[in-house]
């Protein structure tokens, strides 16, 4: 299983990204998949995770911010950000749960700074 996440970038506080994390297979063969994230001198943490019946959970911090959403048809999994602010600066990790198995993609980097 290979997941492949990229759109990370420099951005101003208040704007907006969207990262994407394609999968080597049907995203429905995983029971959930979500990102993290990780800044420097801090442990990882879940931003957001999204259910194989859909629905969604966010890290309080994010909420209202940030929406996670799928498209079946590309085997992808999107979060998109807005209203960024410097504290969301970091290493962003898409991850995928199928049964006891984990599996992550590669780091996008993003940096909100003026």
């Known amino acids: 299983v290979q997941l492949q996440a990229s759109g990370g970038g420099l951005v101003q506080p208040g704007g907006s990204l969207r990262l994407s994390c394609a999968a080597s297979l049907s995203i429905f063969s995983f029971n959930y998949m979500g990102w993290y994230r990780q800044a420097p001198g801090k442990q990882r943490e879940l931003v957001a995770l999204?259910?194989?019946?859909?629905?969604?959970d966010y890290l309080d911090s994010v909420k209202g911010r940030f929406t996670i959403f799928r498209d079946n048809s590309k085997n992808t999994v999107y979060l998109e950000m807005n209203s960024l602010k410097p504290e969301d600066t970091a290493v962003y990790y898409c991850?995928?749960?199928?049964?006891?198995?984990?599996?992550w993609g590669q780091g996008t980097l993003v940096t909100v700074s003026s």
């Open positions: 991850q995928a749960t199928r049964g006891i198995a984990a599996y």
């Open positions: 999204i259910r194989g019946g859909g629905s969604p």
